[in-house]
């Protein structure tokens, strides 16, 4: 709160706020992009991952410079908890698996692109419903948002896309790849996405044992990317700089130095455009969180309507139980007191019925 007492004092003496100790920081997140608060302050890393499903999100200024994340705990006289919590993080830190998680949950954020994450949810909206069916037949072992955002980074799922170097279709399949799987037209959008997928699943199988189940698809996309041998350069330029060649975390960084003479000089299989490799698979990751995210949100509203015309319904539940007449939506006209007495209560249920 000193940080927002010292930006009003010092640049805007408009500014005011109260607090919410209610609401979560994404619920408030939620609100802003509802359009039911003006603002309100959250966390770097959860404003970035929320922009990606909703782009429209801006920030306005920072209100801290960047700070730790700290665990408190009870002081009671007690340090064991305190000595536990620093064993565990020192553990972490050493062994490696405090790396790999920042890596798995926040190594992919990087900088926001209004653009092209506008672009990218127009194109869920209008393009991706009449390929998913295919995506979902094809994705094996892997989750069809993922096999849909290498697409949408290959060709921006465009079946008819074809590069200068000769790579065409959704996949963006060289002609030598689609003779090996068998592919006979690159842009018939069934035989691209299966043969993506074969081939994706293939450089997977290659990826060494030794790397973790949950990072070795980003291994076999760099290898899909710039070749399986320029990865394998990356591994080993990896270990002769004392790093894990099995952490994507740590192999990333170097892929760009394959193409800088210093480096590529002295690897096995020589000059790869790293730089390509890294956008390739950063961008990727990026996608698939836009598209998990934003099929939660789309997900989550067709429930709220359902929960919403269940307790609204368009037809009386007493019609519902009542045999049909034809084209008259309340029925012919009856004598019948019963009907007439619930149809009377039907109405004035309608008629009070609260407005949103």
């Known amino acids: 709160m ?9 640049q805007y003496p408009e500014l005011s ?25 959250s966390d770097s890393i959860a404003i970035s991952l929320f922009q990606r499903v909703h782009p429209q999100l801006a920030v306005a200024l920072d209100v801290t410079d960047e700070q730790p994340v700290t665990w408190f705990s009870k002081r009671d006289g007690d340090d064991s908890m305190s000595a536990a919590l620093l064993d565990f993080y020192n553990k972490i830190s050493s062994d490696g698996t405090l790396a790999r998680v920042e890596e798995k949950y926040l190594g992919h954020i990087g900088d926001f692109d209004y653009v092209d994450t506008r672009t990218f949810l127009n194109a869920v909206d209008a393009v991706l419903p009449e390929l998913q069916p295919l995506f979902e037949k094809y994705s094996d072992d ?79 996309l760099a290898a899909y990317n710039m070749g399986y041998a320029h990865m394998l350069d990356a591994r080993q330029l990896t270990a002769k700089q004392k790093g894990n060649p099995d952490s994507w975390a740590e192999v990333k960084t170097r892929l760009p130095l394959l193409s800088l003479k210093p480096y590529y000089s002295k690897t096995t299989y020589g000059y790869a455009r790293g730089h390509e490799a890294y956008a390739y698979v950063e961008n990727i990751r990026k996608y698939q969180l836009s598209l998990e995210g934003y099929l939660q949100e789309k997900q989550k509203k067709a429930l709220q309507v359902d929960k919403f015309a269940e307790a609204y319904p368009a037809v009386a539940p007493v019609e519902l139980a009542s045999p049909s007449y034809g084209p008259f939506p309340l029925g012919p006209f009856s004598q019948d007191d019963e009907r007439e007495k619930n149809r009377s209560a039907w109405l004035s249920t309608l008629t009070r019925a609260p407005l949103h």
């Not at 030598?176 to 293939?202: F, P, V």
Request: glycine fraction near 6%.
């Open 142 to 220: 892997i989750d069809w948002p993922l096999l849909a955002a290498i697409s949408y980074q290959e060709s921006h799922w465009d079946t008819h896309a074809t590069s200068p170097t000769g790579v065409r279709g959704l996949m963006m399949l060289t002609k030598n790849t689609a003779q090996s799987l068998g592919i006979t037209d690159r842009l018939d959008a069934e035989q691209s996405i299966s043969g993506g997928s074969r081939y994706l699943k293939d450089m997977m199988s290659k990826v060494p044992a030794t790397v973790p189940e949950y990072e070795r698809i980003w291994f076999a």
């Open 2 to 10: 000193s940080d927002l007492q010292k930006l009003k004092e010092a």
């Open 17 to 41: 706020w109260s607090i919410d100790a209610k609401q979560t920081s994404n619920q408030l997140l939620q609100q802003v992009v509802d359009g039911n608060i003006a603002f309100t302050i």
